[in-house]
């Protein structure tokens, strides 16, 4: 009788360190959480303002649960702790977010961060990809606010218009994006920016509330103009990462699955977010 050989299990090839920056975010947190189930080894870089949260928490359990993630503080204004968070990896997923809220600062602050962290990942050899997680608030805000058939990867939020109604979330978004455009391509790296509309999932009432209440400033006139846009939040991380997967990806791209279009549709998204935002009366 001839003799068999026991099959060989079948090695997936391992998959490459990457760094999700800063993963305490609402979207980050989420991106991480895809990340993990395939397979990624990874850097967590949380912000020292965010080491209070629920979020942080729950990343610190899976830090002591899973030997693929170590956890690293930095500060967007300290170039030199973003550059330790990157070492080794590959590729960076960024999802800045203010969890303050965002006033005319906080844009500032923003911009100088997305600045810090595009030229860190230009010092440092290992990064191939970038993907910057922006919003669909970047390109809809002038004048006679777009409508959703005017408005594409090539549309951005007026900034002088942001700054009259003091949409600082937009401005934010806006300038940020256009930052790490500008510097990402003088520096010849290869980036993809996810333009989201306004993120809804879990806990998001909880976990995400400034940046909720921030990108609904100007909520009726998106909804009026059918540019009122939202992505769930797993379908969005699920998103990020098929931009680092797929080689042919590049510039901006938009996303969302859902435009409220209905006083039915706007009651329910409202109803969603309570108490964030109040519902009319039955």
């Known amino acids: 009788m001839k003799e068999t050989q026991p099959m060989r299990p079948k090695i997936e090839p391992q ?7 800063d993963a305490s975010s609402y979207v980050g947190f989420w991106v991480l959480k ?4 395939r397979g990624y080894s990874l850097h967590a870089a949380v912000q020292k303002n965010g080491e209070k949260t ?3 928490k729950k990343i610190k359990d899976m830090e002591r649960e899973e030997e693929r993630l170590v956890v690293f503080g930095f500060d967007v204004l300290d170039y030199h702790s973003i550059l330790i968070a990157l070492r080794g990896c590959s590729a960076l997923f960024c999802t800045l977010d203010s969890s303050d809220g965002y006033d005319d600062d906080m844009v500032d ?3 100088r961060g997305a600045i810090n962290v595009v030229e860190a990942c230009a010092q440092t050899e290992s990064i191939e990809k970038i993907v910057f997680s922006s919003s669909l608030a970047a390109a809809i805000w002038r004048e006679n606010i777009c409508s959703e058939d005017k408005v594409d990867e090539r549309s951005w939020s007026d900034q002088e ?4 109604f003091k949409l600082w979330y937009a401005l ?3 300038q940020s994006e256009q930052a790490a455009w500008a510097l990402a391509m003088d520096r010849m790296l290869n980036m993809v920016t996810i333009n989201a509309g306004l993120v809804v999932g879990p806990c998001v009432v909880q976990q995400n509330s400034q940046p909720t209440m921030s990108y609904l400033k100007g909520a009726a006139e998106m909804y009026e103009n059918g540019v009122l846009a939202c992505v769930d ?4 991380a699920d998103a990020h990462i098929r931009a680092l997967e797929d080689n042919s990806t590049c510039g901006r791209y938009f996303c969302f699955n859902k435009i409220v279009n209905t006083e039915e549709e706007a009651l329910k998204l409202a109803q969603s977010l ?3 935002i109040s519902t009319p009366p039955m």
């Open 34 to 37: 895809g990340l993990l189930s």
């Open 233 to 236: 939040v797993k379908f969005l």
């Open 15 to 21: 998959k490459p360190r990457v760094c999700v920056l």
């Open 109 to 111: 602050l923003e911009v």
């Open 274 to 276: 309570t108490p964030l």
């Open 54 to 56: 629920e979020i942080f």
């Open 172 to 174: 934010a978004k806006t």
């Open 161 to 164: 218009f942001c700054k009259k």
